[in-house]
């Protein structure tokens, strides 16, 4: 093959062509261009000089302006655009990834975290669960998941607040009877190793079935049944089989009742049921590492208090026990005082918002000259009055371990501050005390001020609305922060104790600086 005419700029010269469709042969033969661009044809042996326009008659390809060069069509092609290999493999394998996912712990470490970067956050549990600890992958799941994400509530550990979060929607969605426990299953295998913490803020009952007959008769049923709340008891979701294997579980939170109900409020939406009550209580008690039970806003009375401590009378790890916002009255305290008379460990309890009166104050209060662990009671919001205060009072004279008290709107008065007052200038061990909304008067402001003046372990007094006094307020605020000071410091010399020995070391000097003693003569 002959190679194709180039120009003088260096494209490829083209053959043009003709009127009548064929291909004017190249001008090789019949041109001859010269140094100085002129083109000559030999005829005869003598050069004579060719007009272009006389040769475009005879060959259009001979005229050296219907030249062309062949450029590329886009002017910003360029090698380094092409991506690498490595490139491509890393997009076949997150394109492949839910297929062939297996291929992840065989990749270089600089090319895993690319693939991780890159996958998607909606793969099955199944696939990532096991495979995945990359905690940048798990915070691109939560953020796209969810609006608000606090990891600081979850350890600082992404992929634990996306499995608790999780499972605790699961859970609250769950309706007994009617949704599938394949997922539930599923989920609770695949998280067991993951999740410390559960906060249930829901529990929805099983769906009622309508009442056949006229629509007049169903809305006269409901209507009686929500006014006088006499409606059918129905379970709940069962916490026993998802405990036993969640290994390493810490923390339990559950409210019984339903979110966001609206206009189809019922009361059994928020009914805890007695088979409810002996199905949560086994659960927790055959939990022996559970160390945080919460179970407020859910109807607790004094006969499922009874039920609860009695299966968990003996739980040698429970550490917090919270029932705020329920029902329980004398007999559930008394219950309660029992659980601590017991071997139990707690350290915190939590009834705020209660009907604990001043036989259920005293029983605590005695329970509370036997216990060696308690540092934590709160008993705000009840009406334990003054029999109840003093009783609680009195019962920290003989107490070595408790170090905070909560008695804010109890109804104690006056007689409650002087027994206070009694229990400031012997205890050594109480730190915090929270009388606000209490009616002490004047005189019990006086008391506690008295009482103060030989304390120097309580650091945090809280009396506000108790009409105390300004003077007696202050002067305790004064005393409260000289405590605080006297405690910062006590800290600061004890790490000073304990810190290391530093070692007197003296940097040496550059030479041209060294100046030698001078010498005797």
């Not at 905690?135 to 600081?152: I, L, N």
């Not at 005189?443 to 309580?458: A, V």
Request: with cysteine; hydrophobic share 35%; glycine share 6%.
């Amino acid at each position: 093959m002959s190679e194709a005419p180039q120009s003088a700029t260096g494209g490829m010269v083209l053959p043009s062509i003709g009127k009548d469709g064929s291909k004017n042969s190249s001008r090789r033969g019949s041109l001859q261009s010269n140094h100085s661009g002129k083109t000559t044809s030999t005829k005869g042996g003598h050069e004579e000089p060719i007009v272009p326009d006389l040769l475009a008659k005879d060959n259009p390809a001979a005229d050296w302006r219907n030249m062309r060069r062949i450029i590329a069509e886009d002017d910003e092609w360029t090698l380094a655009t092409v991506p690498q290999l490595t490139e491509l493999c890393i997009q076949h394998i997150v394109s492949n990834f839910e297929n062939n996912s297996e291929i992840l712990n065989k990749l270089l470490l600089k090319h895993q975290a690319k693939v991780l970067k890159k996958i998607a956050t909606k793969l099955p549990l199944k696939i990532t669960a096991l495979l995945v600890d990359d905690e940048g992958y798990w915070k691109r799941c939560c953020q796209e998941r969810w609006d608000v994400c606090d990891v600081s509530e979850y350890g600082n550990c992404w992929k634990r607040m996306f499995f608790e979060r999780n499972l605790q929607r699961i859970i609250e969605m769950f309706v007994p009877g009617k949704t599938d426990e394949t997922e539930l299953k599923e989920t609770v295998a695949l998280s067991a190793s993951f999740v410390k913490k559960l906060d249930i803020k829901q529990l929805l009952p099983p769906v009622k079935e309508d009442i056949k007959g006229p629509d007049i008769y169903k809305e006269d049923v409901s209507d009686a049944g929500s006014d006088n709340g006499d409606e059918l008891e129905m379970d709940h979701f069962d916490f026993e089989p998802v405990l036993k294997m969640l290994h390493n579980l810490e923390e339990l939170h559950v409210t019984y009742g339903v979110r966001d109900c609206g206009m189809n409020f019922e009361w059994n939406l928020f009914q805890f049921t007695a088979r409810d009550c002996y199905q949560l209580s086994s659960a927790v008690a055959s939990y022996k590492t559970l160390k945080v039970f919460h179970l407020h806003g859910s109807k607790v009375d004094d006969e499922k208090v009874r039920v609860l401590i009695s299966l968990i009378l003996d739980h040698p790890g429970l550490l917090e026990l919270d029932l705020s916002h329920n029902l329980i009255g004398e007999r559930g305290a008394r219950a309660i005082g029992k659980f601590l008379n017991n071997h139990s460990k707690l350290v915190r309890l939590i009834l705020c918002d209660n009907y604990i009166h001043v036989t259920g104050a005293q029983a605590l209060a005695h329970a509370l000259t036997k216990n060696t662990t308690l540092k934590h009671l709160n008993l705000r919001l009840n009406r334990i009055g003054d029999e109840g205060g003093q009783a609680i009072c009195r019962a920290l004279l003989r107490n070595s371990t408790l170090m905070e008290l909560n008695l804010c709107g109890n109804d104690v008065a006056e007689p409650t501050a002087a027994v206070l007052s009694q229990v400031m200038m012997h205890n050594t061990i109480l730190r915090s005390i929270d009388l606000s909304c209490n009616k002490l008067g004047p005189d019990g402001g006086k008391q506690l001020q008295e009482g103060m003046e030989e304390n120097k372990t309580i650091l945090e007094m809280d009396l506000r609305l108790t009409e105390c006094g300004q003077e007696s307020e202050y002067c305790i605020n004064q005393i409260l922060h000289r405590n605080r000071e006297a405690a910062r410091n006590a800290i600061i010399q004890q790490k000073q104790v304990h810190a290391p020995p530093q070692k007197n070391y003296i940097e040496p000097q550059a030479a041209h600086r060294y100046k030698a003693a001078p010498q005797q003569v």
